[in-house]
């Protein structure tokens, strides 16, 4: 936890001189986020190679981020972004580690029920939940929210899968099931969720750059949304 905070720290400064130095220099807003996308991009062979998960694990976080703060001036996309933004670092720093040590198999399925069903009721109702803060936000939907839902569907439906199996296997009917090998859907758990890991970073990422484009144009031409 607190090398994570170190890390986000330094995050946090270089993405201050970043926004310092790119006042008049939209480029460099570019150039920062794909490297930071690239970075992120690496969760998807951290599948295979996990002592690189937290490097994709700040490249997300930093793209994200670096996507927020480009997009400032155009509330929508802030409020959008800002949702999963900030879910990826609670799951990063807090709950991932904290599933994994202290619930049982099963739970940590059902756990990230929870988790995504949140993140797709933050993200469906954010205009009346801006409207309810009385955020200045033009609320408008994007296409790639809709991909982003169904990603997300996809998951809390394998995680339930998963989760019963789990849970029948070892708690409920237990005593059926010893050494009895394969589990159906526990041994394909990792390559299900691959594909749909791939494609949840590749939209963020993607959202993340229509964004920055978006304040890129925003800075150059004034224009609001």
């Known amino acids: 936890m607190d090398v994570w905070f170190v890390v986000l720290i330094g995050i946090g400064l270089i993405g201050s001189g970043v926004i310092y130095f790119a006042k008049q220099k939209p480029l460099l807003w570019l150039g920062a986020f794909v ?19 937290w490097l994709g694990n700040i490249g997300l976080v930093l793209a994200l981020g670096m996507s927020v703060l480009m997009c400032r001036r155009l509330p929508n996309w802030v409020y959008l972004l800002m949702i999963p933004t900030v879910m990826k670092l609670v799951d990063m720093l807090w709950l991932n580690e904290y599933l994994l040590t202290q619930v049982p198999s099963w739970g940590f399925y059902f756990s990230y029920i929870g988790y995504d069903l949140l993140v797709m009721a933050l993200i469906w ?3 009346p939940i801006a409207q309810a803060l009385k955020l200045n936000v033009h609320y408008k939907r994007f296409a790639q ?26 708690d409920v ?6 050494g009895f090998e394969p589990r159906l859907f526990y ?22 750059y229509v964004a920055v484009k978006a304040g890129t144009s925003n800075r150059l031409t004034g224009a609001g949304m």
Do not use: C
């Open 173 to 178: 009917l237990g005593h059926y099931f010893v």
């Open 187 to 208: 041994g394909i758990y990792e390559y299900v969720r691959l594909p749909m890991n791939i494609t949840e970073i590749l939209l963020l990422v993607g959202m993340g």
């Open 35 to 53: 490297v930071s996308g690239v970075l992120a991009l690496t969760l998807i062979i951290s599948v295979f190679f996990r002592e690189l998960y």
């Open 145 to 170: 929210e809709y991909l982003l839902l169904g990603v997300y569907g996809l998951f809390v439906l394998t995680n339930f899968i998963t989760g019963i199996e789990d849970l029948v296997r070892k």
């Open 125 to 127: 109702y954010r205009g």
